[in-house]
């Protein structure tokens, strides 16, 4: 009885352990799914509010992260309440990415029921692998990328124009920037992905460098909001290096 009054209590607050579910995904209705599914919404949906609302009362120590690249930058409210949407925007962004890995979290515990036993010792270092690549995708960025950005901007324009800016402004060019960076430090597992299934191998992978340079160095132009060469050829490096990473755990993999 205390097991069947646990298994319910996870079920009802999205914290099902893989175990039963798997002991259980073939007895499950379609209601049972769609029921299933909108319970790890809901979930996900609470664990986003909290964490938007945590980062919203601490908004200023956050902001003051964000203003720490900016070195020697006075920034300017152009519009009443500017500052105030900005804070929200902040607040939203930094929301989701603390809690995407309780998101990611239930997206596991939802797909993994419909996966064969092979898929299922891939599933979760994939997952877990993504998490770091992303992770220092954001670090790499907001550490390299931004600064070199902006001392780029400082510099062209400092004998011309005194740099005053629009903290919204900036803040959507930055966050675009780091998001943009930790997508992009997902390439490895692409490239694991295809080798797994057999689409190409990674020797294939390592000859193809000379076409991957190439395109790297156009993702580098399209991902970066900026236009300076110096980020530019900072994130076409890391992309590039990654590929190559990811190439040889392929190789290795299949070998």
Request: hydrophobic fraction near 55%; glycine fraction near 8%.
């Amino acid at each position: 009885m205390s097991n069947k009054l646990s298994n319910q209590f996870f079920k009802e607050y999205g914290l099902m352990p893989v175990q039963l579910n798997l002991a259980t995904d073939d007895e499950m209705t379609l209601s049972e799914h769609i029921e299933e599914f909108s319970q790890r919404l809901i979930f996900g949906l609470v664990i986003i509010s909290i964490a938007t609302s945590s980062c919203f009362v601490g908004i200023k120590d956050i902001v003051k992260i964000f203003q720490a690249p900016a070195i020697g930058i006075k920034f300017l409210q152009f519009a009443p309440g500017e500052y105030f949407f900005a804070s929200v925007k902040i607040a939203l962004f930094c929301g989701f990415l603390f809690s995407s890995p309780f998101l990611i979290y239930q997206i596991f515990l939802y797909v993994v029921p419909g996966l064969t036993q092979k898929e299922r010792k891939i599933i979760l270092p994939l997952v877990v692998g993504s998490g770091i690549l992303f992770g220092i995708g954001l670090i790499f960025s907001y550490f390299f990328l931004v600064p070199a950005a902006l001392n780029f901007f400082i510099a062209y324009g400092s004998e011309v124009v005194e740099p005053f800016w629009s903290f919204d402004q900036y803040f959507n060019f930055i966050s675009v920037l780091i998001f943009a960076t930790g997508i992009s430090f997902q390439v490895p597992i692409l490239q694991f992905i295809l080798g797994f299934l057999g689409v190409i191998t990674g020797k294939k992978m390592l000859k193809s460098w000379k076409y991957v340079l190439i395109i790297t160095t156009i993702l580098a132009a399209v991902i970066t909001p900026s236009t300076d060469p110096i980020t530019q050829i900072l994130m076409a490096s890391a992309l590039f290096l990654l590929y190559l990473g990811g190439a040889g755990i392929v190789v290795l993999v299949q070998k």
